[in-house]
RNA sequence: GGCCUCAUCGUCUAAUGGUUAGGACGCCAGGUUUUCAUCCUGGUAACCGGGGUUCGACUCCCCGUGGGGUCACCA
């Protein structure tokens, strides 16, 4: 049997770094077993229903390339479904549920209910006045069957709900083993809404089967409910998957990472200028470590050592820092051509235009000194324009203002009748700068320290013969001259 | 509170009865360099507590403690 993964968020408008995990992992496991992964859209909650959620969603999938094989997909901005097992989309799925809730009730294994809302609160209210566990009460259990019919047809308000037989229900779940829990503390869930569509239980469970749908992985927190949905299957005479219930992703206090405390989605880190396959990368070793030594990987590494039984217990702080460090990794790597094309947004979004020759270069050089994408919004302007500086820090410390300034002028002097090919590459530029200053006898400290503040206008910055190369000889004479009329004698 | 669940450096993790408890991020120090970044070297720092089992426990069992999840006509 084919190994057939789901990814079943409710529609939200963006898609969170932990859905991104879970996603990722049910991605893994598909690719890796030739399987298929498939994206089913939870709607059924009406009164939280988001307008363009799901093209969203498929935006943020597709900008971190983990789109599935079945289910909704954008097709000119518009959404489509493909697969043979649809609708995916559970809002179009309620003769489905209809059905399934009708055998239910056939088989007696589910009951209508129509106590009202505000009879569930007291109850509940009670219940914890008395310190007893929340449950619904059977209020409804052994209503006659002529009254269940002549309410109902009158038009007054019902659910259906779950008759949880007796004994004690057990589940596999494949990163923590065998989950048991007595039946009596499991509610009788309802199924049907009084609006006619299904709850999560009663939807994720005829779905999954329909979809056949071999592994379950989702979050912690439906541990608790998986119960539920084991008994469900059995009532219903289906064998249930495999479970497998991811670790929850925490803030940096240990509580469930939230919004409160940081970015959660993953639009938000993209804009943030980290790059969809860093981001990918640091999400999957949250709670999964596939060699212990190694840190990057990329996809089709992560899909060969994806190992759902190797998925740990306990939760994982996400740590913006470790983050910080992965995406300088993946920024580092990047050609200077690639990175351009991706750093350009950014520029275009903070309204700065800049030559692309110019730009390209800059990449070349700083980067090893960007972190985020974002970080060359920073960058780029002292390439653009001197920034003004004090003219006290083109001295270096073991030099004085006369030294640097006549330092400035001879380079400027030597720079000046230097062959344009030297202007090529920067390897030229410090050949031609470093035989200059042997030349004179001269030292590296006191020459290339005031050359280099005199380009970048400040104290820290990429070596004078990458801010020469960039700059071109005009800007790079111009400059020189700035600071050398900035020095006073 | 009931139920479920988890527990190794500050953080992400490795170790599946015998290791000086390893790696990564961060931090600190040194090297390279005109400076910064990169890079290289080194350092800092952990088995929640108590009982067992065993010749021997981070590893197995029990209890405790602490954290988390969940108790909706939300997912």
């Not at 229900?169 to 299904?198: H, M, W, Y």
């Not at 749908?213 to 949905?229: A, D, F, L, Y």
């Not at 960007?370 to 302007?381: A, G, K, Q």
Request: glycine content about 6%; aromatic content about 8%; proline content about 4%.
């Amino acid at each position: 049997m084919s190994v057939r993964t789901r990814f079943a968020p409710s529609p939200t408008g963006f898609l969170h770094v932990g859905g991104l995990r879970t996603a990722l992992y049910n991605y893994l496991l598909a690719r890796q077993q030739s399987g298929q992964y498939l994206l089913r859209i939870e709607d059924t909650d009406r009164e939280r229903l988001v307008p363009g959620a799901v093209e969203k969603l498929l935006e943020a999938f597709g900008r971190v390339n983990l789109l599935p094989d079945e289910g909704p997909r954008l097709v000119n901005g518009a959404v489509e479904q493909v697969g043979d097992v649809g609708p995916y989309i559970q809002s179009e799925r309620l003769p489905v549920y209809q059905e399934h809730a009708k055998r239910l009730l056939d088989a007696g294994a589910a009951y209508v209910c129509f106590c009202s809302s505000e009879r569930l609160d007291g109850l509940r209210k009670q219940q914890e006045i008395a310190k007893l566990s929340t449950k619904y009460d059977r209020h409804c259990l052994s209503l006659p069957a002529d009254e269940v019919l002549r309410r109902s047809a009158a038009g007054e308000a019902h659910v259906l709900r779950l008759r949880v037989p007796e004994g004690e229900t057990s589940f596999e779940d494949v990163i923590r083993g065998t989950i048991t829990i007595n039946n009596a503390e499991v509610d009788d869930q309802v199924l049907i809404k009084s609006d006619g569509f299904p709850t999560y239980h009663m939807a994720v469970v005829v779905d999954d089967h329909l979809m056949k749908i071999t592994h379950v992985i989702r979050g912690e927190e439906w541990i608790s409910s998986t119960p539920k949905h084991v008994i469900l299957y059995r009532l219903f005479g289906w064998d249930a998957p495999l479970f497998a219930h991811l670790p929850l992703l925490l803030n940096p206090d240990k509580s469930k990472l939230s919004k409160r405390q940081g970015d959660v989605a993953v639009e938000d880190y993209l804009a943030k200028g980290y790059l969809p396959e860093a981001l990918v990368n640091f999400v999957a070793l949250l709670g999964f470590n596939p060699k212990a030594d190694q840190e990057i990987y990329a996809i089709d590494e992560l899909i060969e050592l994806f190992d759902l039984t190797k998925i740990n217990k306990s939760g994982a702080v996400f740590d913006q820092a470790k983050l910080n460090w992965m995406n300088g990794q993946y920024v580092m790597k990047k050609t200077s051509a690639e990175l351009v094309a991706l750093v350009r947004p950014f520029l275009d979004a903070a309204g700065k235009t800049i030559d692309a020759a110019l730009l390209e270069k800059i990449c070349a050089i700083e980067k090893t000194r960007m972190e985020r994408l974002t970080d060359i919004v920073e960058i780029v302007d002292a390439y653009v324009s001197v920034p003004a500086f004090d003219p006290a820090i083109l001295v270096w410390k073991k030099a004085d203002a006369a030294d640097s300034k006549a330092n400035l002028v001879g380079v400027r002097d030597h720079l000046s009748t230097v062959e344009e090919t030297v202007w090529t590459e920067i390897g030229l530029v410090e050949a031609s700068i470093k035989a200059y200053i042997e030349s004179k006898g001269l030292s590296n400290g006191n020459v290339l320290w005031p050359t280099r503040v005199a380009l970048s206008g400040r104290a820290a910055s990429p070596s004078p013969f990458e801010l020469a190369w960039a700059l071109g000889k005009d800007e790079t004479m111009r400059r020189l001259d700035g600071a050398i009329a900035s020095l006073a004698t």
